[in-house]
């Protein structure tokens, strides 16, 4: 421990909170948790001055709440499961803690111009879908699984004439005998086709690529053979080295990358244990994700800050810190775009709209496949509340004169679901 250090651009520092164990004072617990994440062990060793000048430096304490330094010299650069299994990989198991939360990393320049970052960015995507200044949007089946290719094709045909930006597969739909992968990708961009013509507006299909890596290649290219210009991935059930293959094999390939965070709250829903949201939303920012679900303020666990901290990390080039954020430069990286859904529904949408900003995507399935009316009222009334929004009208005003929203509000009302 050195509380006197000050660290340099060149260090990755980590924020963590430390609970812990009784009888271990927070000091010492620190301590340890600097050494195993860097090159210390259980005793004490003869170790020589160039390993020793290796050591994770604990330089400040604040409460629970602990900075650590790490060298440059310790991380692979371009390797982020190297650099996870040492600041986040057996320290999680210390018999010295009761809990630990990985909080927040600020990366140093070297290690962010080592990964790709997204290819296209929140300017690509609008570009591709040629939409200016409102929030994208995108709807999901629901139920999310047990449609055959053809109701599924048929959903999204309603769902695009309907007015939103993008049909998306739900986190568990690949390629079940009920729903064929091939089927549904040929069907729905047919559909797509369709919808593009009818109602002149760019349609895009976020289908989920999900499997083992070489099939993730062979159907990604199977995408672009159907002309889509998406892909959808479960980032965290593939893995980070995954992702990163994808990231790659989608540059040659000229598709966006829409990440899917499934898994996440496994470990970073307990506030005193595992791994915040946010540094997953960073990690998947330089690994190369067009978009990303940072929350949604609806069903899912994620309060206002919550959101907004995910939001500030992956749509911003740099931010300043605070008690649980560390300041972050991204050094020229493109951003990622945020992409708010679970349980939301047009009465409630634009709280996210203020609380971020209109530079999100919005994904609402119940919102749009529960609604009264059907699905492509359903889409109608989500590009209803939208606009509301945009003009600065009350969605209750505007529903006076359009009768989708209407119907929503009398449904939903302005309440979020649990």
């Given amino acids: 421990m050195n509380l006197e250090y000050e660290p340099s651009e060149e260090d990755l520092i980590c924020l963590f909170k430390i609970i812990p164990s009784s009888g271990f004072p927070i000091e010492k617990v620190a301590i340890r948790v600097a050494a195993e994440s860097s090159n210390g062990t259980w005793t004490s060793l003869k170790i020589p001055e160039h390993i020793r000048a290796l050591s994770a430096k604990v330089y400040q304490i604040n409460g629970n709440y602990v900075k650590i330094a790490y060298p440059n010299e310790l991380f692979e650069v371009g390797n982020m499961p190297q650099i996870l299994s040492s600041i986040a990989g057996n320290v999680f198991g210390m018999k010295a803690l009761e809990g630990l939360r990985l909080v927040d990393v600020k990366w140093p320049r070297n290690i962010i111009h080592s990964f790709k970052g997204p290819q296209f960015g929140v300017k690509g995507i609008r570009e591709i879908l040629r939409v200016d200044k409102r929030p994208i949007t995108a709807t999901v089946p629901k139920p999310k699984v047990g449609y055959y290719p053809e109701e599924h094709a048929q959903h999204g045909y309603e769902i695009w004439t309907g007015g939103v930006d993008l049909l998306k597969d739900d986190e568990n739909l690949s390629n079940q005998k009920f729903n064929g992968f091939e089927k549904r990708l040929e069907l729905s961009m047919k559909m797509r086709d369709k919808a593009e013509n009818e109602t002149g507006e760019r349609k895009s299909y976020l289908i989920n690529i999900t499997a083992e ?9 199977l995408v672009k053979n159907f002309n889509n210009e998406y892909i959808m991935i479960d980032i965290l059930t593939i893995g980070w080295a995954a992702v ?5 094999i989608c540059e040659e390939l000229g598709l966006a990358i829409h990440a899917h965070r499934a898994f996440h709250a496994a470990f970073d829903r307990n506030p005193n244990h595992g791994m915040s949201m946010k540094v997953i939303a960073e990690i998947a920012r330089m690994q190369g994700v067009d978009q990303l679900h940072i929350g949604g303020l609806g069903k899912l666990a994620g309060d206002k800050k ?15 810190a605070d008690d649980e954020v560390l300041e972050q430069n991204w050094y020229g990286m493109k951003n990622s775009l945020s992409v708010c859904s679970g349980g939301v529904h047009p009465g409630i949408i634009h709280r996210l709209m203020e609380l971020l900003s209109t530079d999100i995507a919005v994904q609402v399935g119940g919102g749009v496949l529960g609604h009264p009316g059907g699905t492509k009222a359903g889409a109608k009334a989500l ?9 600065n009208i009350s969605v209750k005003e505007y529903a006076k004169s359009h009768s989708e929203l209407k119907q929503a509000l009398e449904l939903w009302g302005d309440e979020t679901p649990i």
């Fill in 383 to 391: 590009r209803q509340a939208i606009n509301a929004f945009m003009d």
């Fill in 213 to 221: 890596v070489d099939e993730m290649k062979r159907r990604a290219k």
């Fill in 306 to 320: 919550e959101v907004r901290d995910n939001y500030i990390k992956i749509a911003l080039n740099s931010n300043e």
């Fill in 244 to 248: 990163q293959t994808v990231r790659n």
